[in-house]
């Protein structure tokens, strides 16, 4: 993951966060880990992703069986972080609704204290108008 931001900037937000995220505009959700320090080189971070629940309606005797969706790991690409405002990227990943899709995802957010929360853009292929949701992290405290 790539950071970008002045050292002053890096410092109050340096360490572990832990959290969730979700849209209701594509039904999923899931959680949010990453590490930040003070030298960018040495940050890393991850989204899992939780895909809504799908239905099979195609089953004997009416029956509607919830089929098997697979969570996926997707990784940060870049953080910017300025004044406590936070934006980044995730790297772009496959749509788990439309085969052979790709999704981009940017989000943007403010520290406050053990706090950062903000808001996520997803860009698809197939949607005209971009789905939005809402994450929120804390701060993980030292073991």
């Known amino acids: ?8 900037d ?17 039904g999923r959700s899931g959680s949010i880990a990453f590490h930040l320090t003070a030298d960018p080189k040495g940050a890393h971070g991850d989204v899992l992703m939780v895909p809504k629940r799908q239905i099979d309606y195609d089953q004997p005797n009416g029956q509607h069986v919830p089929m098997a969706s ?11 972080i300025a004044s406590g405002e936070i934006s980044g990227k995730l790297a772009a990943y496959p749509d788990p609704e439309v085969a052979g899709a790709t999704l981009e995802t940017h989000f943007q957010g403010r ?6 929360e903000g808001t996520f853009v997803t860009y698809s292929v197939r949607s005209v108008a971009p789905l939005r949701g809402t994450w929120r992290v ?4 030292a073991e």
């Open 1 to 8: 993951m790539q950071v970008i931001g002045a050292p002053t």
């Open 10 to 26: 890096l410092a109050p937000i340096t360490g572990e966060w832990i959290g969730t995220y979700e849209s209701s505009a594509t």
């Open 70 to 80: 697979a969570s996926s790991v997707l990784s940060i690409e870049f953080v910017r």
């Open 111 to 116: 520290a406050d204290g053990e706090w950062i």
């Open 138 to 141: 804390h701060r993980k405290a």
